[in-house]
């Protein structure tokens, strides 16, 4: 080895030395030492978020461009590991319409009935005029029932599936469960 294969070879050996120091910073940032396991298993569920799912405060979503009808919408967040979203606050109303706002019109396939509306959890199915969320629970515990002006009305005696309007004002409505919208999908930390 002459002199200049020997400096390119030490060269080297300090290259490859630094590229593993990052690799094991970036090791140990993913699972710090001093880490609760509560916070392990967030950071563990984390990685399991699907792709295009965006997070604001406790939960993930992903607005889906492709209309269903409210029960296929139901089951696809549920294959997805996540369900049909619940609005607990204003808080998540508002964050809903400023995802739903960044999706205009244009994108949106026309087989949706309404390209202003996304089906969320909740319905009357069982019982008419008695709104529940998909887990179950009456629209009123989950802390937002906020409806748009005059809804619901149970249009021509047949609207069960719940919404969330974007235009002209935002709020709940109930609607046709088989006419086809896009929807939003959530994954909740606080279930880990
Ligand atoms: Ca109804
Ligand atoms: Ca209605």
Redesign the pocket.
């Known amino acids: 080895m002459d002199l200049i294969q020997a400096f390119k070879f030490i060269i080297l050996l300090v290259l490859s030395s630094s590229a593993l120091g990052n690799e094991t910073d970036a090791i140990t940032n993913k699972h710090p030492t001093n880490t609760t396991s509560k916070q392990l298993l967030i950071t563990e569920r984390i990685n399991f978020i699907p792709r295009d799912y965006v997070r604001f405060e406790d939960s993930y979503y992903k607005y889906h461009q492709d209309p269903q009808t409210w029960n296929e919408a139901r089951q696809i967040c549920e294959a997805e590991g996540a369900y049909l979203i619940i609005i607990n606050s204003e808080e998540e109303a508002q964050f809903l319409l400023r995802l739903m706002n960044q999706y205009p019109d244009a994108v949106i396939d026309d087989k949706s009935c309404d390209k202003h509306d996304v089906f969320v959890g909740f319905h009357?199915l069982f019982q008419?005029?008695q709104y529940v969320t998909i887990d179950g629970k009456s629209i009123r515990s989950s802390g937002y029932v906020h409806w748009e002006p005059d809804q619901?009305d149970?249009w021509q005696?047949?609207?069960?599936c719940g919404t969330f309007s974007r235009y002209p004002s935002s709020g709940l409505n109930?609607r046709f469960c088989n006419c086809p919208l896009t929807y939003v999908c959530e994954i909740p930390l606080k279930s880990c």
């Open positions: 009357d008419e005029g619901p149970n005696g047949n609207e069960n109930d």
